[in-house]
Nanobody, 124 residues
Framework: QVQLVESGGGLVQAGGSLRLSCAAS????????MGWFRQAPGKEREFVAA????????LYDDAVKGRFTISRENAKNTVYLQMNSLKPEDTAVYYC?????????????????WGQGTQVTVSS
C-alpha cells in the first residue's frame, strides 16, 4: 500500500554533505517506523538508521553515528537522511523503508515497504 520514492542522491566530494529525501504515498508515515539502508557494490545491504513513529527515538549504525541524522516531517509525509562529513566508503545505493512495528530496528525483515533507491557516490 505504501509507496516510497527516494531523491537527493548524487556525486559529492569527501567531506561534503547531502540530504536524502523519502516521499511516501498511499499511507501516512505517522503510522510507520522509518529506516534507511544502503548497499555498496559487491556487498550485502546494511542498516544505516531508523526512526520511531514519534520521531523521538533513533537508531544508527556505528559507521554513520555522529555524521548522519534521520528525521521525519509528517506534514510533508517525508523522511530525511542528512549526511555530513561524507567518506568514500559511504558510496552506495541508499534505500528508504517503512515498517509496521513500533520501535526502531536494524533488522531489514521488520520493514514492509521499500523504495527503489538513490545512488550516492563520494569521491576522494
Amino acid at each position: 500500500q505504501v509507496q516510497l520514492v527516494e531523491s537527493g542522491g548524487g556525486l559529492v566530494q569527501a567531506g561534503g554533505s547531502l540530504r536524502l529525501s523519502c516521499a511516501a504515498s498511499g499511507g501516512a508515515i505517522i503510522f510507520y517506523v522509518m529506516g534507511w539502508f544502503r548497499q555498496a557494490p559487491g556487498k550485502e545491504r546494511e542498516f544505516v538508521a531508523a526512526l520511531s513513529l514519534s520521531g523521538r527515538s533513533t537508531l544508527y549504525d556505528d559507521a554513520v553515528k555522529g555524521r548522519f541524522t534521520i528525521s521525519r516531517e509528517n506534514a510533508k509525509n517525508t523522511v530525511y537522511l542528512q549526511m555530513n562529513s561524507l567518506k568514500p566508503e559511504d558510496t552506495a545505493v541508499y534505500y528508504c523503508a517503512a515498517g509496521v512495528g513500533s520501535v526502531p530496528t536494524a533488522n531489514s525483515a521488520s520493514f514492509n515497504y521499500w523504495g527503489q533507491g538513490t545512488q550516492v557516490t563520494v569521491s576522494s
